[in-house]
């Protein structure tokens, strides 16, 4: 069974960093690219980051781009996302996302909040 378990949301002020961790587990984490996206109240669902399957290409959100960072530890089965110079417009539930073509799979974790504000 595919789990991913996101942590490291909280409250932090404007201008400050964190970094998200997704663990997967029930799946070769290896073979699937993995993103982050969020979903702000009253608004869709949207990718911020997502990270090919060996971890050689990376896509960004323009509205995060210079202040997001996606990686990924295959080893540990665990993508991040690094967080700096939030504003309040980030403010929003966090999800990670797995995703492999062929067959066809995709799963989402259950979601961090992340609340930026002073």
């Known amino acids: 069974q595919v789990l991913l378990v996101e942590s490291g949301g909280r409250l932090v002020q404007p201008g400050g960093s964190l970094r998200l961790s997704c663990a997967g587990s029930g799946f070769t984490f290896s073979n699937y690219r993995m993103s982050w996206y969020r979903q702000a109240p009253g608004k869709e669902r949207e990718l911020v980051a997502s990270i090919s399957s060996a971890g050689g290409r990376t896509n960004y959100a323009d509205s995060v781009k210079g202040r997001f960072t996606i990686s990924r530890d295959n080893a540990k089965n665990t993508v991040y996302l690094q967080m700096n110079s939030l504003k309040s417009e980030d403010t929003a539930v966090y999800y990670c996302?797995?995703?492999?073509?062929?067959?066809?799979?995709?799963?989402w974790g259950q979601g961090t909040q992340v609340t930026v504000s002073s």
């Open positions: 996302n797995a995703y492999r073509g062929w067959p066809l799979q995709e799963s």
